[in-house]
């Protein structure tokens, strides 16, 4: 539930006001409206009777509200059928989208580049915006014994389906990513299939981000860890597997303390996540 439709005209039901779009209403209620709060408070005043929405699968867990588009999701992460993918789009749908995004990139690299790192830069100075992502980082590992025992579990699945394991169709390729204009390497079917999927959604994600993440393996010894994906807008770093161990384990942990010091936030995603 969230404010309509983005191209359509609509009311604000709080004083009249007839906007343009869904946009133009949500910067109408930010600018006017300050006893409502922002474009949150005004769905669940006018929208929700001032109650937040449950996952539609039945949990009973509130969902999250999604700033970017005003709207509450309709599941808990994970809780619909489908996972982190909800959408789906037509092969002509996806070129003609990724041909946008490339002339896009390629007419406003300069631009692009210095506006994302500002980005970066000023969230990192933030110390309210680092505390919350420190504090979430720290709730989700709170039951950390639940959630490894959920990731065996949901492994041994796909080992019995022959989603993982040998005979998996694991995949390795160079593929154009419209998001930096640069050829990445994918290291797993998986991995395409993720890019594949953040293009369609026009989500911007690199493999080229030069982050190394120091973590103690289980026998004591130091490496580092380089995450699969970091995502610009939302500063994730995003591991994209068909399978784990100890040693996997030992890495997301480093993943998740290094990205609360750092103001971002970690997440693994599974081959059943991913759109293959």
Not at 248 to 255: F, H, I, M
Not at 258 to 271: A, E, I
Request: hydrophobic share 25%; charged share 30%.
């Amino acid at each position: 539930m969230g404010l309509g439709i983005e191209d359509i005209e609509q009311k604000c039901l709080e004083c009249g006001r007839l906007c343009k779009n869904k946009r133009s209403l949500g910067n109408h209620i930010v600018r006017t409206h300050e006893e409502v709060g922002d474009q949150k408070g005004y769905v669940l005043k006018y929208l929700l009777n001032g109650e937040e929405p449950k996952c539609k699968c039945g949990c009973g867990k509130e969902t999250s509200w999604h700033k970017r588009t005003y709207q509450f999701n309709d599941y808990v992460n994970g809780h619909n059928k489908s996972g982190f993918i909800g959408f789906r789009h037509t092969p002509e749908q996806i070129e003609k989208r990724n041909n946008s995004i490339r002339q896009t990139y390629k007419k406003n690299k300069k631009e692009l580049s210095d506006k994302i790192g500002r980005s970066v830069s000023n969230a990192f100075k933030d110390p309210k915006k680092n505390q919350a992502l420190r504090e979430g980082q720290r709730r989700g590992w709170s039951n950390a014994a639940e959630r490894k025992t959920d990731l065996t579990r949901r492994n041994l699945e796909m080992l019995a389906q022959g989603l993982i394991g040998p005979q998996a169709p694991f995949k390795t390729e160079w593929k154009l990513n419209p998001f930096t204009g640069k050829d990445e390497y994918m290291h797993s079917s998986w991995e395409s299939a993720f890019l594949d999927t953040c293009i369609s959604r026009s989500y911007p994600v690199t493999k080229d981000h030069g982050i190394t993440i120091p973590y103690r393996h289980p026998d004591g010894s130091t490496h580092t860890y380089v995450p699969d994906f970091y995502a610009f807008e939302d500063r994730v770093l995003y591991e994209v597997k068909g399978r784990h161990d100890e040693t996997d384990v030992a890495k997301w942990e480093a993943a998740e303390e290094w990205c609360g010091d750092h103001g971002m936030s970690f997440q693994c995603l599974f081959s059943d996540d991913i759109d293959t």
